[in-house]
């Protein structure tokens, strides 16, 4: 008899109470990214080396435009990283004088692993590394985001200018994994 | 004897007026995040995506149209294939379905069972849409996969 009473119960309760489930997926395939840019643009640098204007002075250098910014979108799978490398593509530096690029800290609003500079860099024919150890990172967009670049000139040797030497040199700047 | 014509007849009677409720989800969202939706270098992402708004179809169907049942929702995912900072929403976007209520506003489905929304009748279909927040170059390069799971009950 008591068995026949927890048969009972057992369906008055399934049938006081319905239940069933059902599951679907979502997916989203992140891409890789690998975006650099050059702010406020990527026109000429123009860097002069003037006749000083008293005997017995130094060469004056004169620099126009010589800033630049990098800006970059980088996404990575975990574990790599990545670097910004830079080298003289085309031409030559004329000879007395050495090509130099200052990359100053990171500043901005972007956010993430933006990575680590190289504060000084003489310029050449071989690439070189002026920013390292970029993961999933973003700089922020135009001037004043990302890492400034200051183009400078150093006569090593003043016995081998000639001035009037000009050059016109094309620089790559690119964004890479390890 | 007597014993076991009354369990069939429990059984039988079970059968007939037990509120069943059925739900059947079709559908599931696949979504390629592309480089080219970055503007331009040293933005990220713009950090929200939306689905089709009949992304996923469910069908529920009840034995007993007058009873309100409830729609839960929640997703399972496993750890290396989920990132915390995204943020999944869902809605259903019938809002003229005079048998539903609730759920026409985005919510965030979490680990829980979280009321979706209610519903009533024999046979109802209702498109849903989904919403992720937190799309970003920040996040490791790979596939994110959650399993959302809709449960209804009577």
């Given at each position: 008899m008591?068995?026949?009473?927890?048969?009972?119960?057992?369906?008055?309760?399934?049938?006081?109470?319905?239940?069933?489930?059902?599951d679907?997926?979502?997916?989203?395939?992140?891409?890789e990214?690998?975006?650099?840019?050059?702010?406020?643009?990527?026109?000429?640098?123009?860097?002069?080396?003037?006749?000083?204007?008293?005997?017995?002075e130094?060469?004056i250098?004169v620099?126009?435009?010589?800033?630049k910014?990098?800006?970059?979108?980088s996404?990575?799978?975990?574990g790599?990283?990545?670097?910004?490398?830079?080298?003289?593509?085309?031409?030559?530096?004329?000879p007395?004088?050495?090509?130099?690029?200052?990359?100053?800290?990171?500043?901005?609003?972007?956010?993430?692993d933006?990575?680590?500079?190289?504060?000084?860099?003489?310029?050449?024919?071989?690439?070189q590394?002026i920013?390292?150890?970029?993961k999933?990172?973003y700089?922020?967009n135009?001037?004043?985001?990302?890492?400034?670049?200051?183009?400078?000139?150093?006569?090593?040797?003043?016995k081998?200018?000639?001035?009037?030497?000009?050059?016109?040199?094309?620089i790559?700047?690119?964004?890479?994994?390890? | 004897?007597?014993?076991?014509?009354?369990?069939?007849?429990?059984?039988?009677?079970?059968w007939?007026?037990?509120?069943?409720?059925?739900?059947?989800?079709?559908?599931?969202?696949?979504?390629?995040?592309?480089?080219?939706?970055?503007?331009?270098?040293?933005?990220?992402?713009v950090?929200?995506?939306?689905s089709?708004?009949?992304?996923?179809?469910i069908?529920?169907?009840?034995?007993n149209?007058?009873?309100?049942?409830?729609?839960l929702?929640?997703?399972?995912?496993?750890y290396?294939?989920?990132?915390?900072?995204?943020?999944?929403?869902?809605?259903r976007?019938?809002?003229?379905?005079?048998?539903?209520?609730g759920?026409t506003?985005?919510?965030?489905?979490?680990d829980?069972?979280?009321?979706?929304?209610?519903?009533?009748?024999?046979?109802?279909?209702?498109?849903?849409?989904?919403?992720i927040n937190?799309i970003?170059?920040?996040?490791?390069?790979?596939?994110?996969?959650?399993t959302?799971?809709?449960?209804v009950?009577?």
């Amino acid at each position: 008899m008591r068995s026949l009473i927890y048969i009972i119960c057992f369906f008055y309760a399934m049938s006081c109470f319905a239940q069933d489930n059902d599951d679907t997926k979502v997916t989203f395939e992140l891409s890789e990214v690998a975006m650099l840019d050059l702010e406020p643009n990527n026109t000429t640098v123009t860097l002069n080396v003037v006749a000083p204007t008293k005997a017995g002075e130094k060469a004056i250098i004169v620099a126009a435009n010589n800033n630049k910014w990098i800006n970059f979108s980088s996404a990575v799978s975990a574990g790599t990283m990545r670097f910004i490398s830079i080298i003289i593509e085309d031409g030559q530096v004329p000879p007395g004088i050495y090509l130099k690029l200052r990359t100053a800290n990171y500043v901005g609003s972007g956010k993430g692993d933006t990575g680590v500079p190289t504060s000084l860099v003489t310029l050449n024919n071989s690439s070189q590394t002026i920013v390292s150890n970029i993961k999933g990172a973003y700089t922020g967009n135009g001037e004043n985001n990302g890492y400034k670049l200051t183009y400078e000139l150093e006569i090593y040797d003043y016995k081998l200018l000639d001035f009037d030497q000009s050059a016109t040199l094309s620089i790559r700047l690119t964004l890479s994994d390890f | 004897m007597k014993n076991f014509i009354l369990i069939v007849f429990l059984i039988v009677s079970n059968w007939l007026f037990s509120q069943n409720v059925e739900i059947d989800v079709s559908g599931k969202w696949e979504k390629k995040i592309r480089a080219s939706d970055i503007t331009e270098a040293g933005n990220d992402y713009v950090g929200t995506y939306e689905s089709d708004s009949d992304e996923t179809e469910i069908e529920i169907k009840a034995k007993n149209k007058n009873k309100t049942i409830t729609v839960l929702i929640r997703k399972e995912d496993d750890y290396d294939e989920w990132h915390p900072n995204l943020q999944l929403q869902v809605r259903r976007t019938d809002n003229n379905n005079n048998n539903s209520n609730g759920g026409t506003s985005y919510q965030t489905i979490t680990d829980f069972d979280s009321v979706f929304f209610y519903t009533e009748g024999r046979d109802n279909k209702v498109p849903i849409q989904y919403r992720i927040n937190g799309i970003s170059v920040l996040l490791p390069v790979q596939e994110y996969t959650t399993t959302i799971i809709f449960t209804v009950f009577q």
